[in-house]
């Protein structure tokens, strides 16, 4: 059995990866860490009565009362870092959902997990979909450099753009032939018109009531368009790529960013 924790668990996707936990026939839940319980155990829920899983508020008392070998961490970004170095420190594999780390936080994090010989994960977008577009867009970008991300979400998302976005931007970045886009005269006659400049790609984020998660990355050529879409309509579309991560960092020595690298 792999012993997991989940931070977050009051959360959207915490909730929803708690549910995957209990319910997955290789994982044990040995506790859940989120800063606005109340409960002292999941069993004072009424989804988990029959449950005995032990409820924190702080990290420092979870490590100090559980044994883990994973840690699932959908919390929010200004603690993502300090979480998923918290987790390594005590060789827990992280598994990471949270987004908003820098590219020097996943490196740092990177160099710690090597030192402590202990796996991760951090993945911006755990939906398999979500994967191959980045994946397609990588393709196509090395015909079409001309391109634009639109990342669609909920109303209630911290950060933008989306960490699906700038992976794919990332990623994108490593193969394309670098170039400015539109007229180098443009004016934004509103700030902030042509969206977020990521190397010249241009990223926008679109902020709505009944959305959950969706993007397209739109190329543009001579006379023709391309674009590539993912649409997440339950939080569901996340667990099995959640799944793989934890049944695979507890063999990995060292933390990946992307879960394409588990594929
Ligand atoms: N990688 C992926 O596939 C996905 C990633 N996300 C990311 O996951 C994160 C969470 O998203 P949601 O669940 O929608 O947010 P949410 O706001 O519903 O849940 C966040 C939870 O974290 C808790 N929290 C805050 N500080 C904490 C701490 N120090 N320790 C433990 N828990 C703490 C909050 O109390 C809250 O319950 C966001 O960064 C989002 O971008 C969301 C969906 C999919
Ligand atoms: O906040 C969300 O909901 C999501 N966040 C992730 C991101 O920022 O890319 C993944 C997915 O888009 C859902």
């Known amino acids: ?20 936990v209990i319910e997955h026939e290789r994982f044990e839940l040995v506790g859940v860490l989120d800063p606005h319980a109340q409960e002292k155990n999941l069993s004072e829920i009424s989804d988990y ?32 870092y300090e979480n998923t170095y918290f987790a390594l420190e ?28 202990t796996g991760g994960l951090i993945a911006p977008n755990f939906a398999i979909g979500a994967v191959l577009m980045m994946e397609f867009a990588t393709k196509a970008v090395q015909y079409f450099p001309d391109v634009e991300i639109i990342e669609l979400h909920h ?11 700038v992976k794919t931007a990332e990623m994108m970045e ?27 790609m241009r990223i926008h984020s679109v902020r709505l009531p009944g959305l959950i998660a969706h993007q397209q990355v739109q190329f543009g050529g001579t006379g023709e368009g391309l674009t590539i879409r993912h649409d997440s309509y339950d939080r569901a579309s996340f667990m099995s790529g959640v799944a793989l991560g934890c049944e695979k960092v507890v063999e990995l020595k060292e933390l990946v960013y992307g879960l394409e690298n588990l594929l």
């Open 155 to 165: 109303d209630n998302k911290l950060d933008a753009p989306s960490g699906t976005a």
């Open 90 to 117: 005590n060789k827990i594999a992280p598994v990471v959902g949270t987004t908003g780390f820098t590219e020097e936080q996943v490196a740092s994090l990177i160099k710690l997990s090597k030192a402590q010989k």
């Open 49 to 80: 009565q029959e449950l005995n899983v032990p409820v924190f508020k702080e990290k420092e008392t979870l490590v100090k009362s559980v044994v883990a070998d994973a840690w699932i961490d959908f919390t929010i970004p200004k603690v993502a």
């Open 1 to 20: 059995m792999i012993k997991i924790v989940v931070a977050g668990f009051k959360g959207r996707m915490g909730a929803t990866a708690t549910k995957m």
């Open 174 to 200: 490593e193969v394309r032939a670098k170039k400015a886009q539109g007229n180098p005269d443009e004016k934004e006659t509103i700030k902030g018109a042509r969206g977020a400049d990521y190397e010249g």
